[in-house]
């Protein structure tokens, strides 16, 4: 069943501007993952939280994530044009190793 | 060190013919995973290898799928024979270590069905 679901499906700012992205899921987990993908490219890894962490940063990242509520937030500070790319949470259940990806969320960032 | 590759990067077939994808992890990974994306949907899990054994194959859509990893090596992922419904983007993805580690993703085939 599907796990992480991203919030909003598209989200358009100026250059310069925050970008907050939402993630919700079901089931307890082991780690929560935020992917970025570029158009025609593979995923690329960006940072990862673990179940018994809240906050974790990473350059202009910062990731939230709140177990009670079973939700995540991704935060890009001072977006760049560069940052244009759709943004993906991906879930894996306590004890288990397959992750589990959301639909993502497209982000724009107009020079 | 070289990331994850596919080939091809893009298919285009008719409805029945076979495709064969494939995927070469990175050097020394042991988990190797294949996922897929239709257009506007989320990224689906196919299945997962742990070397050559298919550690999980809950995501196979049906019996037209078939993935082989001989050797712990590389991988190929047949679709024999193609329906309409299978087209999106194909992606594959290694990883090392236990416990949901992050992957590495290959940039994926585009396989239209005609």
């Known amino acids: 069943s599907q796990q992480g679901e991203e919030d909003p499906q598209a989200l358009s700012i100026q250059e310069g501007e925050n970008a907050t992205m939402n993630c919700s899921y079901k089931t307890s987990i082991n780690n929560l993952q935020w992917y970025r993908q570029n158009s025609g490219r593979g995923l690329v890894h960006l940072i990862l939280?673990?179940?018994?962490?809240r906050e974790k940063h990473s350059g202009r990242l910062r990731v939230t994530l709140d177990t009670s509520k079973k939700s995540s937030s991704l935060l890009i500070t001072a977006s760049r044009a560069a940052d244009t790319a759709s943004y993906f949470c991906?879930?894996?259940?306590?004890?288990?190793?397959?992750?589990?990806f959301g639909k993502g969320t497209m982000l724009l960032v107009s020079p | 060190e070289a990331g994850v590759t596919q080939f091809p990067s893009h298919s285009v077939i008719e409805k029945g013919q076979t495709v064969t994808l494939r995927c070469d992890p990175i050097s020394g990974h042991d988990n190797l995973y294949w996922y897929r994306r239709v257009m506007g949907k989320e990224i689906k899990f196919l299945l997962h290898f742990v070397k050559e054994s298919k550690q999980d194959e809950s995501g196979m859509p049906n019996n037209r799928f078939l993935a082989e990893r001989t050797g712990g090596t590389y991988s190929t992922l047949k679709v024999q024979p193609a329906e309409l419904e299978d087209s999106g983007v194909y992606f594959c993805?290694?990883?090392?270590?236990?416990?949901?580690?992050?992957?590495?993703f290959g940039s994926g085939t585009q396989l239209s069905v005609l």
């Open positions: 991906a879930t894996a259940d306590s004890g288990y190793s397959t992750l589990t």
């Open positions: 993805a290694s990883s090392q270590g236990r416990q949901a580690p992050k992957l590495f």
């Open positions: 939280i673990r179940s018994n962490e």
